[in-house]
C-alpha cells in the first residue's frame, strides 16, 4: 500500500514545511480522518477542536522544518521531534509516530536520532 499512499510524501529525504503538507489525496484523507472522527465519538466546543486543529498543524510543519524542540532535554525519547522525524524520511521503516515514540518501541521500529539524521551533517556530505 505505501508505494500507491504514502511514497509521493518521502519525496523527500530531508523534509521541508511543504513535504509537511505533500500527500497524494486518498493519504491525506485518511491521516485526517481519525481527527474528523474522533468529535463524533467525544465531542468537543468547536474552538477547542480548531485549537487542536491548529496545534496539530504547527506541530507537522515544526517536525518537518527542523525545528528541535525536544532535542537535548528530557522529552527526547518519548517525543517524536524533528530528529525522529528526519530519520523516518531516511530510513521509512522507523519513527512512525506522530508525537510520541512508544508504539514504536513497542513494535519495534523506533530508530533513536543519530548523526546520519542531523540536518548539517547531510547537507555537508552533499557539498563533499
Known amino acids: ?71 537535548g532535554t528530557a522529552l527526547e525519547p518519548y517525543v517524536n521531534g524533528a530528529d525522529h522525524h528526519i530519520g523516518h524520511h531516511l530510513f521509512f521503516n522507523y519513527n512512525y509516530g506522530q508525537f510520541f515514540t512508544f508504539w514504536d518501541k513497542l513494535l519495534g521500529t523506533y530508530r533513536a536520532p543519530a548523526d546520519e539524521c542531523d540536518v548539517a551533517s547531510i547537507s555537508a556530505k552533499k557539498r563533499k
Open 1 to 71: 500500500i505505501y508505494p500507491y499512499v504514502h511514497k509521493e510524501h518521502h519525496k523527500w529525504k530531508v523534509p521541508t514545511p511543504y513535504a509537511s503538507i505533500a500527500f497524494a489525496p486518498f493519504d491525506g484523507w485518511s491521516q485526517g480522518l481519525p481527527y474528523h472522527v474522533f468529535v463524533f465519538l467525544f465531542p468537543l466546543q468547536r474552538y477547542v477542536y480548531l485549537l487542536l486543529f491548529g496545534f496539530v498543524q504547527s506541530w507537522t510543519i515544526s517536525i518537518h522544518d527542523q525545528v528541535y524542540l525536544t532535542r
